[in-house]
């Protein structure tokens, strides 16, 4: 089945008392039971949920895995992740990561005695320099939040088997529309659900999809043991979005190339970062594992400083100034301030993260009033 059809009908049957399409929303906290422990697969709704369980089969079936577990959020997926670790474990991440798991990271794990070195994921040699006995997890993030920098992700599951450490890929920015994490060598695939699966900015979701049996249990431990799970109107949601995922993401990825074209021939703009533009650093890699090169784009403008891109961000129109990505409106924002202001900004510096620097999650729009937009707040600063 190819992927337009999958975001249908991956893992989808009708509902089975009443032939509905769509899976209705089980609103329910408790099932009955026949007799003590004896249920028709159900017996409290934070073990499980039909709606969620409809969704679950989506995003696993979407991602070629076995096995899909839901969560409350992105953050909540993670969570559960880095759950199977104990102390004394080690994990190497990128240095070029969403602040949010940044935080988690080095905030709430770091205390409890797993330790986490940041490098850059796109020097091999690095990596197998970082690696210590005590390796358990490499954390993939590609493409990056928010330099948009490309992680060869077959490289990398290849040296983690050869050390049999476990692999994790945040497909978020990308979405299974664009990558497929799984048939590349990752051991599992996590989405903060609330970008381009749900796709408009109503609902707040995660998602780790997996093949490989120990994360799994794990997951489904925490499923039931921590339970930070979706409501049934949440996973609805979600599973509504999913369903025009793929004619959401060939507007955007369109979108997107107008974008960043129109950014790298102004003369106001001092640089771009899009991973579709030939001298990319990671191009090559992107063309290889990637379907199209998405719909993110940071820039810096020419005068490079925080006053004006401050100026720039507030006088769009189109490009909402907010949180978030992956819906169907545009939205601008700056990172520094926003997505990682946790990082401390000596970190963020180093990593190449410039407090100028200026993200946009281009939308659905018409991509011609896109660019009327940003020209508009050209003429601002």
Not at 152 to 176: H, K, M, Q, W, Y
Not at 251 to 263: G, S, Y
């Amino acid at each position: 089945m190819k992927f337009n059809s999958k975001v249908i009908h991956a893992g989808q049957q009708p509902e089975a008392t009443s032939g509905a399409v769509m899976p209705p929303i089980f609103q329910t906290s408790t099932y009955v039971q026949e007799a003590p422990g004896v249920n028709q697969g159900y017996d409290y709704a934070r073990v499980g949920n039909p709606t969620r369980t409809a969704l679950e089969k989506m995003i696993a079936g979407l991602e070629g895995a076995d096995a899909c577990a839901c969560f409350g959020s992105g953050c909540a997926a993670m969570d559960a992740l880095l759950k199977m670790f104990r102390p004394g474990d080690h994990v190497i991440s990128s240095n070029d990561l969403y602040g949010g798991t940044y935080r988690l990271f080095t905030q709430v794990f770091e205390p409890f005695g797993i330790s986490f070195s940041f490098i850059d994921l796109t020097d091999i040699e690095k990596v197998e320099d970082a690696v210590t006995p005590n390796t358990k997890l490499i954390w993939i993030e590609t493409p990056t939040n928010p330099l948009l920098n490309i992680v060869d992700i077959e490289a990398l599951t290849g040296l983690a088997r050869s050390r049999e450490i476990l692999t994790v890929v945040d497909n978020t920015f990308a979405s299974p529309y664009l990558q497929q994490p799984l048939s590349l060598g990752a051991d599992a695939v996590m989405h903060s659900t609330t970008k381009y699966l749900g796709g408009h900015s109503d609902v707040i979701g995660g998602a780790v999809a997996t093949s490989h049996p120990a994360i799994l249990e794990n997951l489904l431990f925490q499923v039931k043991t921590t339970g930070g799970v979706p409501g049934p109107m949440d996973a609805y949601l979600t599973l509504r979005g999913i369903k025009t995922l793929a004619v959401r993401m060939e507007r955007t990825c369109d979108n997107t190339r107008h974008i960043a074209r129109f950014l790298r021939d102004h003369p106001g703009v001092k640089s771009v970062r899009y991973p579709g533009f030939e001298d990319h650093p990671g191009h090559e890699i992107a063309s290889r594992q990637m379907k199209d090169f998405g719909g993110m784009v940071s820039f810096t403008l020419k005068n490079d400083d925080i006053e004006s891109a401050h100026m720039f961000m507030k006088n769009t129109r189109l490009f909402t100034l907010a949180e978030s990505l992956g819906g169907v409106e545009s939205l601008i924002s700056h990172p520094a301030s926003m997505t990682h202001g946790s990082i401390p900004a000596e970190v963020r510096r180093k990593a190449g993260l410039n407090d100028s620097l200026i993200r946009l999650s281009v939308g659905i729009e018409d991509a011609s009033d896109l660019v009327s937009d940003l020209e508009r707040a050209f003429g601002t600063i």
